[in-house]
T-cell receptor
Framework: NAGVMQNPRHLVRRRGQEARLRCSPMKGHSHVYWYRQLPEEGLKFMVYLQKENIIDESGMPKERFSAEFPKEGPSILRIQQVVRGDSAAYFC????????????FGDGTRLSIL | KQEVTQIPAALSVPEGENLVLNCSFTDSAIYNLQWFRQDPGKGLTSLLLIQSSQREQTSGRLNASLDKSSGRSTLYIAASQPGDSATYLCAAEQTGANNLFFGTGTRLTVIP
């Protein structure tokens, strides 16, 4: 499958636990974006990464959230000490470098907090 | 800050009808305007990307137009089919930003 792969598809956590969401970009894509879709809301940008670099994290909450895109392996979005309000669908997208390059999206991870 | 709005929020049409989905954006300083389709429980599928220097793009039964000066884009779907039922999202890639600004979508139902 040459598409953007996200796992897990569904993740259930209790309040206070940690959530780790993984994203493998399309082959040949070096840019990764994370978006969050809250119920009944549009997708909101969280963070933009290139290999080993965070380029723009202006949409990321200041606390509990972090992201990385290591030299080897998938991009990881990490949420520490989850709260009910973190329940959402988290989407990863990847693209080739440059503007006007379409972003290709994965199927998302649905995070539910009990 | 870029604000993207889509009207209507939901639309139902009989099969075979032509339809238009609307998207408006507040800041015309964009690289491009993209249209996506989202099926329930799925990710987004890219449909069309219109660069800021272009007026329209076509793919099969889909035609998207862009009017930067008025801050509007439309997605025209010809001869709609039940398989077209989905939520359609538009998104603007704004100059100076590294991300897409999304509208909240139009949920389309095509009735057989």
């Amino acid at each position: 499958n040459a598409g953007v792969m996200q796992n897990p598809r569904h993740l259930v956590r209790r309040r206070g636990q940690e959530a780790r969401l993984r994203c493998s970009p399309m082959k040949g894509h070096s840019h990764v974006y994370w978006y969050r879709q809250l119920p009944e809301e549009g997708l909101k940008f969280m963070v933009y990464l290139q290999k080993e670099n965070i380029i723009d994290e202006s949409g990321m909450p200041k606390e509990r959230f972090s992201a990385e895109f290591p030299k080897e392996g998938p991009s990881i979005l990490r949420i520490q000490q989850v709260v009910r309000g973190d329940s959402a669908a988290y989407f990863c997208a990847s693209s080739q470098p440059g503007h006007n390059q379409p972003q290709h999206f994965g199927d998302g991870t649905r995070l539910s907090i009990l | 800050k870029q604000e993207v709005t889509q009207i209507p929020a939901a639309l139902s049409v009989p099969e075979g009808e032509n339809l238009v989905l609307n998207c408006s954006f507040t800041d015309s300083a964009i690289y491009n305007l993209q249209w996506f389709r989202q099926d329930p429980g799925k990710g987004l599928t890219s449909l069309l990307l219109i660069q800021s220097s272009q007026r329209e793009q076509t793919s099969g039964r889909l035609n998207a137009s862009l009017d930067k000066s008025s801050g509007r884009s439309t997605l025209y779907i010809a001869a709609s089919q039940p398989g077209d039922s989905a939520t359609y999202l538009c998104a603007a890639e704004q100059t100076g930003a590294n991300n897409l600004f999304f509208g909240t979508g139009t949920r389309l139902t095509v009735i057989p």
